[in-house]
């Protein structure tokens, strides 16, 4: 499934970070309480109990919730939540360690290892930019950020998401029309760090970066165009936003 800022789960649970930001925190409970009580699907259940998991006090209980959100990413089968096992299953072998459970512990250990930093998506993959490229061209790395243009970025970056591309081409540098590339890695890649697991866990923008070019294949005309609010929004966040970029 394709993550859904507009999903009422979702939408639960951005709420609740606001509210922890601001030191709110039992009413940030509350609502993941309610993200959970409301979810339907998998893949929201998932999500929900993930942030469940950060408000238990003793191991057995925030080892149940893991197990959950183990349990329910397990179904989604899908790339969204792919690489959030990783941290699923360390997070897991630390509570059994906690617990007096060191085999438990390893297993879980063990797995986290064997899964870190092998994405399993195959695509199509998409590049959003306003830069005027042909059908064969190599999109490389070194190109200035699109959100802070001091900095030159030792990746190229692009999405398994049309309408996420869509974004990056609404916020890209430059006075051109905005274009969405379909592009092929020509090297490995790896998850984009600056969106695995921060506000949400996994990768479910399925952003990713690679140091070898990205060869463009085509050119996709039909994805969610940005209204010029939503654009200045964006920036807005953007501008305000004072983590820094991993690069």
């Not at 540098?173 to 274009?179: A, C, D, L, P, V």
């Amino acid at each position: 499934m394709e993550f859904n800022p507009g999903n009422h789960v979702v939408k639960r649970c951005l709420q609740a970070m606001e509210k922890e930001e601001n030191g709110q925190f039992e009413e940030a409970y509350s609502l993941f309480l309610q993200a959970w009580y409301n979810a339907t699907e998998d893949f929201e259940k998932f999500t929900a109990a993930h942030y469940l998991v950060r408000y238990q006090e003793n191991i057995s209980d925030k080892l149940k919730w893991l197990e959950t959100a183990l349990q329910y990413a397990l179904k989604v089968n899908s790339s969204t939540v792919q690489s959030a096992f990783p941290s699923l299953y360390q997070s897991i072998a630390k509570c059994y360690e906690e617990s007096g459970e060191p085999v438990k512990a390893k297993k879980y250990a063990e797995l986290a290892a064997s899964i870190k930093d092998k994405p399993a998506d195959k695509g199509p993959f998409y590049h959003g930019t306003k830069a005027d490229l042909q059908v064969g061209d190599l999109l490389t790395a070194g190109g200035s950020s699109n959100y802070k243009p001091e900095l030159k970025m030792n990746h190229i970056y692009f999405t398994a998401l049309l309408n996420g591309a869509g974004l990056a081409a609404a916020l890209a540098n430059g006075n051109g029309s905005e274009r969405v590339y379909i592009v092929e890695p020509t090297g490995s890649f790896e998850n984009d760090p600056n969106v695995t697991d921060k506000k949400f866990p996994g990768n479910p923008t399925r952003s990713y970066r690679s140091v070898s070019p990205l060869k463009i294949v085509g050119e996709a005309e039909d994805w969610l165009k940005q209204t010029p609010e939503e654009i200045q929004s964006w920036k807005e966040k953007l501008a305000k936003n004072k983590g820094e970029i991993i690069n």
